[in-house]
């Protein structure tokens, strides 16, 4: 079994960018994928060629998509995603669908 990549989990973004103590830990995550899973010689600062997605923080979705019983994505009006909310389900949506698409894309390249 290879691994396809990673995907990172972005807990909190200010004015576009991860906030500077989690920058520090974006850093590292190419380094140590390539050494420690794939057992890689480190790669340089810029090779993010392992990095499949990276997820955004979805704020209250999680929790309405709980309560709905459905996925972030699909959540409506009537599930509670009101509003500024549902800019987030379309976000989430794209970020989905572009993981999707890059994990079919890498299964199929190997």
């Given at each position: 079994?290879?691994?396809?990549?990673?995907?990172?989990?972005?807990?909190?973004?200010?004015l576009?960018?991860?906030?500077?103590?989690?920058?520090?830990?974006?850093?590292?995550?190419?380094?140590?994928?390539?050494?420690?899973?794939?057992?890689e010689?480190?790669?340089?600062?810029?090779?993010?060629?392992?990095?499949?997605?990276?997820?955004?923080?979805?704020?209250?979705?999680?929790?309405?998509?709980?309560?709905?019983?459905?996925?972030?994505?699909?959540?409506?009006?009537?599930?509670?995603?009101l509003?500024?909310?549902?800019?987030?389900?379309q976000?989430?949506?794209?970020?989905?669908?572009?993981?999707?698409?890059?994990v079919?894309?890498?299964?199929a390249?190997?």
């Amino acid at each position: 079994m290879t691994p396809l990549g990673y995907v990172i989990m972005q807990p909190e973004m200010r004015l576009d960018r991860p906030v500077k103590a989690y920058e520090r830990w974006l850093e590292r995550i190419p380094w140590v994928y390539s050494a420690a899973v794939l057992g890689e010689q480190s790669p340089a600062p810029d090779d993010d060629r392992h990095h499949i997605a990276t997820l955004c923080n979805y704020r209250s979705l999680m929790p309405l998509a709980h309560d709905a019983r459905k996925p972030m994505f699909e959540l409506k009006a009537a599930d509670g995603a009101l509003g500024s909310t549902q800019k987030y389900v379309q976000t989430c949506y794209k970020e989905f669908r572009g993981l999707a698409e890059n994990v079919l894309q890498r299964a199929a390249d190997r």
